[in-house]
């Protein structure tokens, strides 16, 4: 069956309403690379200015109602934050969403964190992990997103299997912290910040760790986090399968993690993600998915960055939402490779601008997100409050 133009309407609409995609506080930060910074006088300096971000964001897409928050960054006093960060949620409009800890900053974090050789060290990060489990529980947010930067830089300096088993232990124990609703989401990572072994690397080491940890822990898949040619839609087709798959972290790649606005390189691999989604959802699988933007580049605007990167997430979302899923398995039975692969390209192709600004409009929000932002002054007004603050820049000595 073809699906006609007011079907195609009706689906889209169904699947916009449906698609929400958490923003991080961080990538409204001035950010680098390790060799300087360029800062932006818009960018913002404070938790209160992220807020206000997030909101305007929520403003003009309608569909980021929720900040994600790194505690060391965000709430460094810990739980005594926690009512500062509830004020501001009240006053600007926008929910903290996913708490992540930090297990990667702290000097003593040189040779790891949860998988550092010294129990001493290892009793400090599981206590960090803990009070972010707090921290979430006191915010009503009910993911804890996990990224360590812990692996070792030269062959035969460290035992990878202690290593394991250290983290198991650790991830058990947080595990068992979280209230009923709350879920540990456990990310992987090749490589970078560790150049030898990465304690947690690829999608089937987390999978284990989040097995071993318990039912309410699963994987979080970073776009970023894949060597160049690796198939991201087959790890995202396994982790469906077999019920392990929590999250994403959204962001393109050329090389490595290069935290580039999504589907700035590969579009494609992006809808190619969402139709394994969408397969998954018409199949009847149980899906529980938070979408969250992982970017932090720091040449775009910030503030436009995020709403470009929202406005395609969107977009590809749609694309997918719209293959002709019923049609496309007969073609895959019978392996009519061409039309099968012609009909789910065709989804691709589609201009689906004209549908996304229709909802839009049915919701009463701008058409075109970035026209409105530019419209609206924000950027401007921002950089006038905040340039005193946002462009002194620490020299790198
Ligand atoms: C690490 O590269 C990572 O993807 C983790 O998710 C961190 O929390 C985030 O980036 C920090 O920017
Ligand atoms: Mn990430």
Redesign the pocket.
Known sequence: MKLSELNIQDVAFKALDSFKIEI?S?GFAN?GTRFGKFVQAAAATTIEEKFADAAEVNRLTGVTPTVAL?VLWDLPGGLKDVSEVKGLERRFGVRSGSI?P?L?QDQEYKFGSLCNPSAEIRGRALDHMLDSIEIAKALGSRDI?L?M?DGSNYPGTQSIRKRIGWLEQALRTSHDHLAENQRLLV?Y?PF?PAFYHTDIADWGMSSHFAKVAGPKACV?V?T??HYSAQNIEQIVAWLLHTEMLGGF?F?DRRYA?D?LTLGSIDPYQIFRIFHEIHAATDDGLKIDIAYMI?Q?HNLKGKMEAMVQTVMTAQELYLKAALVNRGQLAGLQQNCELVAAEELYRGAFWRDVRPLTQAWREAHGLPADPLAALRASGYVERAARERGSRSMAVSSYA
């Open positions: 991080p961080w950010t790194h992540n930090n990667f997103s990224w930067a990310e990572k970078e979080l970073d970023g986090h972290h962001n993690d935290d992982d932090s």
